[in-house]
């Protein structure tokens, strides 16, 4: 089931094209407003784009040039679950699983088969005989994920689906998701970079309606290209030119660090922010760089300090002993073994 997808929104400044081959799934990631529901919303039939085509197999979803063809909604081969379940209130959990089926002419009967199939695929076939109010979310999330299922989808179209719900209840979640998603083709919203890591073969990150950078998920994720992506893989992103010692940043600054990039070559450098170092005074280091504190935070047991262009994990004895607060004005260091430089 290859998805084959080029679409324009003008007014939403959207102008994204990509492919999603058979049995993979892609992650969106990106920052509000980048176009992700955007994105399903047009593949789902929810909205129509001004230009460019989408097929699905040998299903022409839409096509803005070819006469301006438009497939429905439910003539798709398309699921899009939702962030909340939308179930319906005055069906029992059984009949909404058995929806999708009855309505493409199914029997009754074989319907109902089919839904406890997929109830009990996502462990919820005890809960057949209940109403959507009787659910709490995390159980109703799991029927929506076995109605999205039963109906067969060429493509799921999955929104944040563990977004709204309890800590507690999304890594049971988050397992059932990876085991039913294995082999379909699949495009999933998170802003989880673990969704990420335990779903997606293939991680696609918009900004501003365009795509910004996309790859294997661990190689966005570990050599980050995006502010966005690095800030998502918690570590610092430095982008400018490779120069002999290291990388020349925007502002002239150079960053030593060993690659086997030639220098000239655009380049990017990442620094984990437990490897940078904070102080007052102007440090031996080579690699130094000067910066306004604009936040101070805990994080688990050291505090993060956050610049423009950097951010340190350090004790918070350090943040105490150097009186750190927004407005300082410090020096952030690190060794060069610990800068990792990469194609940018
Ligand atoms: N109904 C709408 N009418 C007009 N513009 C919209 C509408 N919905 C979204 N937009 C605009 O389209 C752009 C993309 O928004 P979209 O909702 O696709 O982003 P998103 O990545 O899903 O964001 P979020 O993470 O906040 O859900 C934004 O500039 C947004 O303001």
């Not at 959990?93 to 009855?102: K, Q, S, W």
């Amino acid at each position: 089931m290859t998805f084959v997808f080029d679409a324009r929104v003008a007014s939403r400044g959207f102008d994204v094209s990509l492919e999603v081959k058979p049995g993979e799934t892609v992650a969106v990631l990106g920052p509000n407003g980048a176009g992700k529901s955007t994105l399903l919303d047009l593949a789902a039939g929810l909205l129509r784009a001004d230009s460019g085509r989408a097929v699905l197999d040998d299903t022409v979803l839409f096509d803005a040039v070819g006469g301006g063809r438009f497939t429905p909604p439910h003539e798709r081969g398309v699921s899009l679950l939702a962030q909340q379940p939308l179930l319906f209130p005055h069906l029992s959990v059984l009949e909404n699983v058995a929806f999708g089926p009855r309505s493409s002419g199914v029997s009754r009967l074989e319907s109902r088969e089919t839904a406890r199939h997929w109830l009990a695929e996502v462990e919820a076939l005890d809960l057949a005989d209940r109403r959507p109010t009787q659910l709490s979310g995390g159980q109703a999330q799991r029927i929506a994920v076995a109605r999205a299922l039963a109906s067969d989808p060429k493509l799921l179209l999955l929104d944040e689906p563990l977004a709204a719900l309890d800590v507690a209840v999304a890594p049971a979640l988050r397992r059932m998701l990876r085991r039913v998603l294995a082999g379909r083709t699949v495009l999933i919203v998170t802003h989880d970079i673990l969704d990420a890591f335990t779903l997606a073969d293939r991680v696609v990150v918009l900004d501003h309606g365009r795509i910004v950078e996309q790859g294997p998920t661990r190689d966005v994720l570990e050599r980050p290209r995006s502010r966005f992506a690095a800030g998502l893989a918690a570590l610092n992103l430095l982008v400018g030119v490779r120069t002999e010692r290291g990388i020349r940043l925007d502002d002239g600054a150079e960053i030593a660090g060993a690659s086997s990039l030639s220098p000239g070559t655009p380049a990017a450098a990442a620094v984990r922010p437990p490897a940078v170092r904070v102080s007052l005074d102007e440090p031996a280091e080579v690699n130094r760089l000067r910066g306004e504190v604009l936040d101070v935070e805990p994080r688990g047991d050291l505090v993060r300090v956050r610049s423009r262009h950097l951010a340190a994990d350090v004790a918070p004895a350090v943040v105490a002993d150097l009186d750190l607060a927004p407005g300082s004005t410090v020096w952030f260091a690190f060794d060069p073994a610990a800068v990792q430089i990469y194609a940018g």
